[in-house]
């Protein structure tokens, strides 16, 4: 699947201080930081949302399914788990500013369970 990123998403996320930058010199890598540019309050915001959408309570549920299954297939890609956060606060950036631009409210998605019990 392409994703078309739009400019003004990329505008944003430079705003959030979300957008890394190229550090890396004469291509020996691929090199990148977070800029300390940006919003650090909106930044924080987000980072903290990050945390409560994969966040596993006690019984060993999550508060967001979707996210949660998001956060372990990027560690089991090899990000850190601070990389991995960083891929959830994209991800709702562009949630809360789906939600902005059509005006609509956020609904979990359903995710399928089966529950087939293996005898």
């Known amino acids: 699947m392409l994703l078309v990123i739009s400019q003004s998403i990329i505008t944003i996320l430079t705003f959030n201080v979300i957008q890394p930058i190229y550090i890396?010199?004469?291509?020996?890598?691929?090199?990148?930081?977070?800029?300390?540019?940006?919003?650090?309050?909106?930044?924080a915001v987000l980072y903290f949302l990050a945390i409560q959408q994969v966040h596993i309570d006690k019984k060993g549920n999550s508060r967001n399914p979707e996210m949660r299954a998001y956060f372990e297939y990027k560690i089991s890609t090899g990000k850190t788990k601070i990389q991995a956060l960083l891929c959830i606060m994209r991800r709702l950036r562009r949630i809360i500013y789906a939600m902005m631009k059509y005006q609509t409210k956020y609904e979990m998605p359903k995710i399928n369970e089966k529950e087939e019990k293996v005898s």
Do not use: H, P, T, V
């Not at 691929?30 to 300390?36: A, E």
């Open 24 to 43: 890396g010199s004469a291509g020996k890598g691929k090199n990148y930081q977070n800029s300390s540019l940006g919003n650090r309050e909106l930044y």
